[in-house]
């Protein structure tokens, strides 16, 4: 499992060249990511959005959202672009010293209740293959002091439970 995280991580990591330099308002950008439905295939999103295939073979819209697809052109994924998510973080009321208390399986809702606010999705990810199938998402909260907690959850029989918690520096 911690391999999977890995992989998310570094999926998302390598999503971040194609970055625009011209960034969309945070309302705008939250509004087209959450109008992508993980059910849209690549053709649906072209036609309403038009996209640049970046070198990595990841699809850009809006300059603003990345996406990846199953060879049957369905959505696999899909993140947001920013360069810093501590510029778009909702900013959490939790000390750092106390992340290691969040424990593997934790609900959402819990999580949520903890940190004092909803966290930003910053990916989701519809993974199929036998041993990890299942769809995950990420969220980032924002401390006080300005460090950027990353959390990956799970759905796991129709609830969102943590699966890593960790501070992205």
Known sequence: MKKLLAALLAMFIC???AISETAQTDSEIKDLYEQIEMSFTKAELDEKYGC??????????ENEI???????GRLQAKARAFENAGDIA???NIPLTKLSSYKQGMTIEKVTEAFGCEGLEIMKINLADE???????????????GN???ALFELDDNEWVLFAIAEVK
């Open 66 to 72: 990345l996406c990846a697809f199953y060879e049957s």
């Open 148 to 150: 950027v907690v990353q």
């Open 131 to 145: 041993e990890n199938a299942g769809v995950r998402r990420v969220l980032v909260w924002k401390t006080e002091a």
């Open 15 to 17: 999503l971040l060249p």
């Open 90 to 92: 909702p900013v959490a």
């Open 52 to 61: 640049i295939e970046t070198e990595e073979g990841y699809f850009l819209y």
